[in-house]
T-cell receptor
Framework: GAVVSQHPSWVICKSGTSVKIECRSL??????MFWYRQFPKQSLMLMAT?????????EQGVEKDKFLINHASLTLSTLTVTSAHPEDSSFYIC?????????????FGPGTRLTVT | ELKVEQNPLFLSMQEGKNYTIYCNYS?????LYWYRQDPGKSLESLFV?????AVKQEGRLMASLDTKARLSTLHITAAVHDLSATYFC????????????FGQGTRLTINP
């Protein structure tokens, strides 16, 4: 299957600083990537859809000025958490959408655990 | 409002037993997915169910889909400890846009 990587796998930062998380599709090109957030013992919630070459689309309730998404190439999307606060501590999971003819499938990265102190 | 509801949310069972996890969803969906998540890890894809009546099996796990009832089941046969994990179902209600909506997850613990 296709492989999606995330970097870093975990990060600790101080309140008020910004953190960038990278999501890469390693063996396929992805015009669409997704960012999810998962709080402890909860489900995944879609935050935004990242589109190569255009602006990301955010789900209701997600602050686009706080969670900056850049999809600069067909294999890389980045999520920057700006002015992070402890309530932003969470497990962030990206996915990349593989398309082949009429087929498509979403492949998930390994996740990034963010802790804001 | 779109809802994806799993039942039960917690399940503790003994090795060798059979059990079923249910996933109900409130709107039409092109597909239904089942994922497994181990603690601290990301999602592992188990099944993609594409049509009404679809049934897929892998090892001790079998998933089925009834689109008319908007219900999917994940059946575990003769459970083993290695199957302990959290299982999520997810639907794609936006006609292939892949903006997945996940159920709450079922935390499965299998005891020796």
């Amino acid at each position: 299957g296709a492989v999606v990587s995330q970097h870093p796998s975990w990060v600790i930062c101080k309140s008020g600083t910004s953190v960038k998380i990278e999501c890469r599709s390693l063996d396929f090109q992805a015009t669409t990537m997704f960012w999810y957030r998962q709080f402890p013992k909860q489900s995944l919630m879609l935050m935004a859809t990242s589109n190569e070459g255009s602006k990301a689309t955010y789900e209701q309730g997600v602050e686009k000025d706080k969670f900056l998404i850049n999809h600069a190439s067909l294999t890389l999307s980045t999520l920057t958490v700006t002015s992070a606060h402890p309530e932003d501590s969470s497990f962030y999971i990206c996915s990349a959408l593989w398309r082949g003819g009429l087929s498509y499938e979403q492949y998930f990265g390994p996740g990034t655990r963010l802790t804001v102190t | 409002e779109l809802k994806v509801e799993q039942n039960p949310l917690f399940l503790s069972m003994q090795e060798g037993k059979n059990y079923t996890i249910y996933c109900n969803y409130s709107t039409t969906s092109d597909r239904l997915y089942w994922y497994r998540q181990d603690p601290g890890k990301s999602l592992e894809s188990l099944f993609v169910l594409l049509s009404n009546g679809a049934v897929k099996q892998e090892g001790r796990l079998m998933a089925s889909l009834d689109t008319k009832a908007r219900l999917s089941t994940l059946h575990i046969t003769a459970a083993v400890h290695d199957l302990s994990a959290t299982y999520f179902c997810a639907v794609d209600p936006f006609q292939g846009a892949q903006k997945l909506v996940f159920g709450q997850g079922t935390r499965l613990t299998i005891n020796p």
